[in-house]
């Protein structure tokens, strides 16, 4: 019923800069929250952004003032602009919604992306 579509992953000079995009579609009625995840080799996915229906974004403390989420409510697509980027930052990124359906408004549902590969080269 829902898709989130991820674009944007890549290779990457340490230093560098990367933008990434979802775009979420189906029978949405409301989207509560976007954001993005990611997962390295070996460790547990964890959040780096997300952006709720205020559009006040929240930030894992490593990635604050290198990373800006952004999000237009109109395309339901959520952004994610990544500048100096670390070899630690290399991870899987997961797009992340948290929204409800035309079909069962009162219920919220957590839906994945299928993830994009961001590698930072040293």
């Known amino acids: 019923q829902v898709q989130l579509v991820e674009s944007g992953g890549g290779l990457v000079q340490a230093g560098g800069s990367l933008r990434l995009s979802c775009a979420a579609s189906g029978s949405i009625f409301r989207i509560d929250a976007m954001g993005w995840y990611r997962q390295a080799p070996g460790k547990q996915r964890e959040l780096v952004a997300d952006?709720?229906?205020?559009?006040?974004?929240n930030y894992a403390d490593s990635v604050k003032g290198r990373f800006t989420t952004s999000r237009d409510n109109a395309k339901n697509t959520v952004y994610l602009q990544m500048h100096s980027l670390k070899p630690e930052d290399t991870a899987v990124y997961y797009c992340?919604?948290?929204?409800?359906?035309?079909?069962?408004?009162?219920?919220?549902?957590?839906?994945w992306g299928q993830g994009t590969q961001v590698t930072v080269a040293s």
């Open positions: 992340n919604a948290k929204l409800r359906l035309n079909s069962s408004p009162r219920i919220q549902f957590n839906y």
């Open positions: 952006i709720r229906s205020d559009n006040e974004p």
